[in-house]
Nanobody, 122 residues
Framework: QVQLVESGGGLVQAGGSLRLSCAAS????????MGWYRQAPGKQRELVAT???????NYANSVKGRFTISRDNVKKTVYLQMNSLKPEDTAVYYC????????????????WGQGTQVTVSS
């Protein structure tokens, strides 16, 4: 069973920075895609950034130039460096993993973390 454990959320002033981490655990052989989504109050969950094993990345237009996604394939951990934070970034951030190979075989997912709150004050 794949589990995702997130950390790094919190309260920060506008213009500040936070770094989110998400570690995958279980009998995992490889993970093709890891990423971050967020859900603000009253809004649908939206993609923030994704990263594939080949090095490809994808960002929401609203965070381009401010957020950076990276991963450590040995630790099976994905990170989201968030700079120049705005109050509009306030949301619950969810870690995501897809296309996972475990000792039981292949699973397309998605798998989700429990979510971590990011609050940006003005």
């Amino acid at each position: 069973q794949v589990q995702l454990v997130e950390s790094g959320g919190g309260l920060v002033q506008a213009g500040g920075s936070l770094r989110l981490s998400c570690a995958a655990s279980g009998n995992i052989v490889s993970i093709n895609t890891m990423g971050w989504y967020r859900q603000a109050p009253g809004k649908q969950r939206e993609l923030v950034a994704t990263s594939t094993t080949g090095g490809g990345t994808n960002y929401a237009n609203s965070v381009k130039g401010r957020f950076t996604i990276s991963r450590d394939n040995v630790k099976k951990t994905v990170y989201l460096q968030m700079n120049s934070l705005k109050p509009e970034d306030t949301a619950v951030y969810y870690c995501n993993a897809e296309k996972i190979v475990t000792n039981r075989g292949y699973s397309p997912g998605p798998y989700w973390g429990q979510g971590t709150q990011v609050t940006v004050s003005s």
